[in-house]
Structure formats: C-alpha cells, structure tokens
C-alpha cells in the first residue's frame, strides 16, 4: 500500500472517533430511556430479551433494541471475550468478499462504520490504497464496536435449552461464564450466525471413518500436523477453498478438491438482484416467488471469492477434480480410500469436509425438545417438480417479524416468543440475518417487532401510565381567567 500502512497504527484517531460517536449518540438522544414496564416472578428479574450469540448479528441486534428504548437485555455468548463469531475461529479466507464499503452493523451511525475505525487509525490514502477486507482486521473492528458501545457480553455462556414458563421462557444455561444456571425471558433471539439453527453438515459417507482421519471445515483443524500428508477436499466452496489453501500453506503434499458438479460455479448470482428494494420487498412476496428466487441461488451455488480461488490454484501441487461425487470412503491401511460415482478411486491420507451446514431445527440442542412444531417450508410450499430441494424444504417457515410458527396450532404458541435472526431466516425473509449487506436493515425490523409486541403485551400497564401521568406543562400563572359580561342578543341588534 502507498502512504500510510495497515501496520502503521494511530491508536489516538480511534479515541477521536470514539468521542464523536458518543456525541453523536447524545445528539440523536440514543438510547432513550427505558419505557418497557419492570416484570418479576416472586424474586426473579425477567429480561425483556435475551439475545443469544455475540458476534456480528448480535452486536447490531443488541444496539437496534437499545435506540428503540428496550434496555432490559441480556446478550449471550459460548465463546471467550473477543473471539465471538467465525472470524478468528474457523473462517480461514484471507480477506472478505463483501466490498470495504459496505456500511454492515453500523446501524445509521457513520462512526460505527468498518472505514470509520479504519481510516481513524490509517487515514484516508491507506483507505484508498485497500482493496478487501482482511478476515482478521474485520474481529478487530467488531471488538472494537463491541468496546466503543459498551456492549455487554457475557462470554462462555452456553444455552442448553428453552422452555416455556407461564408466558415466559425458561433458559437453561451453563459454562465458565454462568452465574446462575437459568434465565426467564419475555423474548429469545437465536443471532447464532450460520449454523443457525443446524449443524455441521456431516455426508454419510464418512460413517464408520476414525474421526482423526477427517473434519468439517468449520472445526479446529491442525493444519501443522497435514505437512508432508495428501489432503482432500470436498467441495469448492468459499469453506472448501479456504481450508485447501491453508493445507497447501503448512506444507501438505498436495491438495485434491472433489467437486460433484461438473464446471466451477462462476457467479454469485444474488449480487446481480441486490437492493434496498429487494431486502425490502422479498418478505413480501408470496411462497412461490420466495422460494423460486431462493431455489435458483443455491442451484447456481454462490462462487468461492477470486482471491481464495487464486490462493489455492497458485500452488502447482492443487487439484480441482469435478464430476467427482462420492459413493464410499474406507480406511485401507495407511490411507483413506475414496470411491466415486464414475467407478473411479483415489487414496488419500486426510479428508476436509467443506460441505456446508444444514437447516435442521432437531440438532440444535436449545430446542430439541419442540424442534418437531417448528412450522418449515415443506409444511406450507409444495414446489413444482423442476424447484424440488430437501436442504430448502427443511428451513423454518417464519412470521415477518423472525418468529417461528407452530406446526400445529395451540400446541407450541410460545414460539411466536423465539426470533430466528440467523441464516436460517433467509428463505423467509430474505439475506438481512447474516451477511454484512443487509443487517443493519433486518435489525431494525426485528427491534421494531420486538418493541411492538412488548408494548401490545404490556398495553394496560401503559394506560395505566398514560393515566397516572401528572406531570404539569402549565404551572398556573401563564394566564389570567377574563371576566365575561353577556351581551343580549336584542341589544345586539337594536345597536
């Protein structure tokens, strides 16, 4: 870069921009008092939200509540201080593909934007001179929006379950981090970021293989330990290609990609529909046009980045194989033996799995008790027999406002008390739960919704207020009461 450098840091501009962000917050009276009625059962204090997950998601979903006067919250996370999210943890792409300008969690705020932080520790030429986002520098930004809010994260706090209490939700949680081992709640939003609402997508054909032989792409791999060994990777992915090329940089002996498909997916297609409008108006649109557009992107798969792709291509001992759909993999001495569709074979020494994660409601631990009434698609949308897809089929089928629906009325209502803002939102409600285009957008819907329903529920408690209000404008004495003297009617028209 010219000028001034990334490693050039300036940290007195951060407390500059920090200064102007709080002035900025006083000047648009954010955030405004609590106006959400205290509740309690017996001694407990019930949180009118809790929000579970840290990372980006939940940063902006926190700080939509809080403009919106919702201050009773309490924002959960499973992982340690500064390490919420996938940014430093299993996401292994060397930039992001989102463009630098994106404004992301800001939410309205320039001073919360990625190239305010930037440019007041790097200033304006560095800012010009850089092209994506590196992976790392983004955690950083998102720990320091975390500090220059004060957000309050309580770390290593993992949820185990939730229950309906009365109308209140009982969570049961556990970790370093728990100081009590439940937690009642009026409102529960899941920003638990990809996974969502799923797991790992593990493919079958590793059932039967010794664990240390294989791993997603998501898990903690010691790529140390792949110097000299033959890596395969499954799939091509963004996931996929990441994985590969920190294999190949740690010294593997070579890196093979299995690609079932038969030519490399060039075009993220929903960049070329991206708008206000379309974040907007997607929820709008009925099942079949939802699940269409929805159907088409995952059909067409969204591309690895350039960069990543060049990043795993420059190294002349990577591979990309494709037609190569896997039927079996079998341990056959030292090696892992992988049969394909085509009656082909290849040996190996170390599987990836860059395979993704499903939409599956009965592996998420928090709800497996009622995952079987969570209302999904292929409840409610029969698609034609040219748009059938199992994955979209089993994403739950949401209220506008992020909510899960019952499958069977009165069985589950308390459902309607869980927000999905998440991946799993996206058929429903489009790409505002989890890419950095549009969260700021699905933050605010969700606070508004969330804000809605608690004064709807607590309306005769604000009507109460609105009756007990005495407050005086007037003191008494900005007016003198005028004597009246009639005027007869006869009199008026005699004169």
């Not at 056959?332 to 395979?355: K, M, N, P």
Request: proline share 6%.
């Amino acid at each position: 870069m010219d000028g001034t450098t990334i490693e050039e840091r300036t940290p007195e501009g951060l407390a500059a921009l920090e200064a102007a962000l709080a002035r900025d917050l006083d000047y648009l009276c954010r955030p405004p008092a609590n106006w959400v009625p205290p509740r309690r059962v017996g001694e407990e204090t019930v949180s009118d939200v809790v929000i579970i997950g840290g990372g980006m998601c939940g940063l902006v979903a926190w700080f939509a509540l809080q403009t919106g006067g919702v201050r009773n919250i309490r924002i959960l996370d499973r992982n340690p201080s500064g390490l919420e999210g996938p940014w430093v943890t299993y996401a292994r792409m060397e930039t992001l593909r989102s463009p630098k300008t994106l404004v992301g969690p800001a939410f309205g705020m320039s001073a919360l934007t990625f190239r305010a932080w930037f440019t007041a520790q790097f200033g304006e030429t560095a800012w010009e001179a850089l092209d994506k986002i590196p992976r790392p520098m983004w955690m950083d930004y998102l720990r320091w929006y975390r500090k220059a809010l004060d957000v309050p994260i309580e770390n290593e706090v993992n949820v185990d379950k939730i229950d309906p209490e009365g109308p209140y939700l009982r969570l049961t949680i556990s970790g370093a981090g728990a100081n009590q081992s439940t937690i009642l709640a009026r409102k529960v939003v899941m920003a638990t970021g990809r996974d969502g609402i799923g797991r790992a997508n593990i493919p079958s054909f590793v059932d039967g293989v010794s664990r240390d032989r294989w791993a997603h792409s998501s898990d903690d791999i010691d790529f140390d330990a792949l110097a000299g060994k033959r890596v395969a990777v499954v799939g091509v992915g963004a996931s996929a290609v990441d994985n590969a090329a920190e294999a190949l940089e740690h010294g593997a002996k070579e890196v093979r990609h299995l690609i079932r498909r038969a030519e490399m997916p060039t075009i993220n297609k929903l960049m070329g529909i991206g708008s206000y409008g379309f974040s907007c108006g997607f929820p709008e649109l009925p099942d079949e046009w939802r699940w269409r557009i929805m159907h088409y992107a995952f059909a067409m798969q969204t591309p690895a980045p350039r960069g990543s792709t060049l990043r795993v291509s420059r190294h002349p001992n990577a591979y990309f194989h494709f037609g190569k759909a896997i039927t079996r993999v079998e341990t056959v001495g030292e090696a892992l033996a992988i049969d394909f569709a085509d009656g082909t074979r290849l040996d190996t020494d170390f599987l990836i799995l860059g395979t993704g994660f499903t939409v599956e409601a009965v592996a998420r631990k928090e709800l497996a008790d009622v995952a079987g009434e969570i209302l999904l698609w292929k409840d409610r949308y029969t698609p034609p027999a040219d748009e059938q897809h199992a994955e979209l089929g089993n994403f739950p089928y949401l209220n506008k406002d992020f909510t899960f629906r019952e499958r069977t009325e009165g069985v589950a209502p308390w459902l309607s008390n869980i927000y999905c803002f998440n991946h799993a939102a996206s058929l429903s409600l489009g790409k505002v739960s989890g890419d950095i285009p549009g969260v700021s957008d699905g933050a605010s819907w969700l606070a508004r919704d969330i804000a809605a329903t608690l004064y709807v529920e607590d309306i005769e408690n604000q009507y109460t207020t609105l009756l007990d209000y005495s407050k005086p404008e007037l003191q008494g004495d900005e007016w003198t009461a005028s004597a009246f003297e009639p005027v007869l009617a006869d009199e008026t028209a005699r004169s």
